[in-house]
């Protein structure tokens, strides 16, 4: 029982980075923007917070702060592609190394101390429960919000009008304009709502999950939040269910390692990548699936006509 | 990049003192060392407060302690692929540097490609394998580190199971594993190692839930060796001892670290000045340990009872002065078969090339 909880309780922190980076980057490309850089807005993210940390402030104002730092950063992206509209893949792969940068740049002088430990909730009842507190009830404040955060997203794209708006905007930002809605302002409005995201997805890195400062810390779940979002097909509870089973594999090879699983580690490491991928293939081959969450216009400019 | 203003004079002089070089097996000083002492190092990573390339810098540093103005260092840090190694390396040499040190596993190629052509710069290569007229090479015996941790963890551990975390499957990071399980079991012959490997060097989140794992399972010792402290951390969480590596992790879980093998380089870095200054280097082979000071323990946990501490102590001396080998045999693999017979030691080669695991591992190597 205790082998499973903390094989539970381990895949939702791991997952927690990935959901924060997944959903915001849904967000964005359900505008019809695709922003490559999240691994440099997470390590921007990240980079912030422990500067924040070690500069006195609470935690919560460091994730506010981390949040902020990821949206800046966003939005010189925003700058390249919506107003100046270079090439979007070109625009975000220079992001995430302009982050990678930056980061190491507002690192620099906390390599390898210990920052203050985002600590877990220990939910008064329902965590003194056996089985089920510390399976439930005893994370730390920034995994119940990232479920806040899926609530709040789904609800937004699929129940209101703004979310309606942001679809149209991806879906066919001709019309939308035509309709007299500002495009790019909105796709502006994702853009930095997606590098938030990012930016707390890093902050989560840097104080909660492992809480120091090394550079490239983020070590490539940038670009597994990217993965997840096509693996999700543009939908934000696969894009949990998804993270999850990142996760899950990547605790259970562990797992299977230190049993002494007659497996060489090299293959069970990249178990992770291989289930995900595996997932991936079987989802894509329904074609209606796809062409029904796929924002039409990802990746393309928009010049307004006229 | 500086170009050197060699003018055909120099560079016929610089010539034949390569040739004196060559018949007398040193490396010459060229003409104008006896003014400052030119000194370049490259790190793998940038230098932060512990860890691996910190130790490099504490090196370069006892350099400069030691020849004061008469000496012009050149570092430049976080360069891993070799592709841009070659680069800085070729650098270093034509800016005039007579001794560069480089502190990767994967300087290596870069290396000796650019030492042939540099025939008067004496280069020093940790971690290095192949050795060239002017590329000296140096290592440290981890093992002998893990070997005396692995005895305070035998001494510590209710459980008798203790875990390790590693980047790669290598000899450097199984020998060690291997070493700490035998110092373990020369106190208790039940104890356990669960081995992990990463498959990446550098991956804090995933040595987190490495380290999770292995304390989930049971582990109430865990040694990670890695280039961050996250396995001592997660140990202060958990309530487990840790192991540290390279420096003193101590401040990271200021009552569970129970000791550290670290790494001090300053011997080799101020020798291998010295010799170049005097005119007499030559490319070495070292592979140093307790003897030399290379590897030290950090200040034992105070949780340690006197009678241990004292016995980690001897141990300590025993394998520094030869009494006690961390490789005597008899050793056992983990089939059962009788790797090492009793009354012999492995031999050098064989431990540098350490691909199977002890007796008592919990792990697979493929």
Redesign the interface.
């Known amino acids: 029982m205790?082998?499973f909880i903390?094989?539970f309780t381990?895949t939702i922190i791991?997952a927690t980075?990935l959901i924060f980076a997944a959903l915001g980057e849904l967000v964005v490309e359900k505008s019809g923007v695709l922003n490559l850089g999240i691994e440099g807005m997470m390590l921007i993210g990240a980079a912030t917070a422990v500067w924040s940390v070690f500069s006195g402030l609470p935690v919560l104002p460091a994730i506010v702060l981390s949040a902020l730092a990821g949206a800046v950063s966003a939005l010189l992206f925003g700058v390249l592609v919506l107003t100046f509209m270079t090439n979007q893949y070109a625009a975000g792969l220079a992001l995430a190394i302009f982050g990678s940068g930056v980061s190491?740049f507002i690192g620099?002088d906390f390599?390898?101390?210990?920052t203050t430990a985002l600590d877990e909730w220990h939910i008064p009842v329902l965590g003194d429960l056996p089985v089920i507190g510390p399976l439930f009830f005893q994370y730390d404040p920034l995994v119940y919000f990232s479920f806040i955060m899926f609530g709040l997203i789904s609800w937004f794209l699929y129940r209101t009008k703004g979310g309606l708006i942001v679809r149209t905007v991806g879906e066919s930002p001709q019309s939308a304009h035509a309709i007299g809605y500002p495009v790019i302002a909105i796709r502006y409005l994702t853009v930095a709502f997606g590098g938030a995201m990012a930016g707390i997805g890093g902050a989560y890195?840097s104080i909660a999950?492992?809480?120091?400062w090394?550079?490239?810390?983020t070590?490539?779940?940038g670009w597994i939040a990217l993965a997840l979002v096509v693996f999700a097909t543009w939908r934000p509870l696969r894009v949990i269910l998804g993270a999850w089973l990142f996760g899950g594999m990547?605790?259970l090879q562990?797992?299977g390692?230190?049993?002494?699983?007659?497996?060489?580690?090299?293959?069970l490491?990249s178990l992770p990548y291989v289930a995900t991928i595996v997932v991936l293939v079987i989802i894509s081959r329904n074609r209606q699936m796809m062409t029904l969450h796929f924002p039409a216009s990802l990746g393309k400019p928009f010049r307004p006509a006229g | 990049m500086t170009v050197l203003p060699t003018t055909r004079r120099q560079f016929l002089r610089n010539s034949a003192a390569a040739g004196a070089a060559i018949a007398t097996g040193g490396i010459a000083v060229p003409a104008n060392a006896q003014d400052v002492l030119k000194i370049g190092a490259v790190y793998v990573?940038?230098?932060?407060?512990?860890?691996w390339t910190k130790q490099h810098s504490l090196g370069v540093e006892a350099i400069r302690a030691e020849f004061g103005d008469k000496v012009e260092t050149t570092v430049i840090d976080?360069i891993f692929k070799p592709q841009d190694a070659e680069r800085v390396f070729r650098e270093l040499a034509a800016d005039g540097n007579q001794l560069i040190f480089g502190t990767s596993f994967s300087h290596g190629t870069p290396m000796q490609k650019v030492a042939p052509r540099f025939p008067n710069v004496a280069f020093e290569h940790c971690s290095g394998i192949k050795h060239l007229k002017n590329l000296g090479t140096f290592e440290a015996k981890y093992y002998e580190g893990t070997y005396v941790a692995g005895v305070a963890a035998g001494h510590m551990s209710k459980t008798a199971k203790i875990?390790f975390i590693g980047g790669f499957?290598i000899p450097d990071i199984v020998g060690p594993a291997n070493a700490l399980l035998l110092g373990a079991q020369s106190v208790n012959p039940d104890t356990t190692c669960?081995?992990?490997?990463?498959?990446?060097w550098?991956?804090?989140?995933?040595?987190?839930?490495?380290a999770?794992?292995?304390i989930?399972?049971g582990?109430d010792v865990v040694c990670s060796m890695t280039?961050?402290?996250?396995g001592v951390?997660v140990a202060g969480e958990k309530d487990a001892w840790a192991i540290g590596y390279a420096s003193d992790m101590s401040?990271?879980a200021p009552d569970h670290q129970l000791t550290a093998f670290m790494l001090n380089w300053n011997s080799v870095y101020v020798g291998a000045a010295k010799a170049v200054a005097a005119g007499d280097w030559k490319s070495e082979e070292r592979w140093q340990g307790f003897a030399e000071g290379v590897v030290a323990m950090a200040p034992y946990n105070s949780a340690i009872p006197a009678d241990v501490q004292s016995k980690l102590d001897q141990t300590q001396a025993d394998i520094a002065s030869g009494k006690l080998h961390p490789y005597a045999g008899e050793i056992k693999d983990q089939d059962g078969n009788v790797r090492v017979a009793a009354g012999s030691i492995m031999p050098n080669g064989e431990i540098r090339g350490f691909n199977w695991f002890v007796d008592g591992v919990?792990?697979?190597?493929?």
């Open positions: 205790d082998l903390a094989i381990g791991a980075p190491a620099r390599g390898s101390d210990p890195l999950y492992t809480p120091l090394v550079e490239e810390m070590a490539g779940r990547t605790i562990l797992q390692q230190a049993l002494g699983v007659g497996v060489p580690s090299e293959v490491s | 990573s940038p230098v932060s407060e512990i860890g976080n875990g499957p669960s081995v992990i490997f990463l498959n990446s550098f991956d804090p989140g995933k040595e987190k839930e490495a999770n794992t292995l989930s399972q582990c280039d961050t402290a996250t951390q401040k990271f919990i792990g697979n190597l493929g």
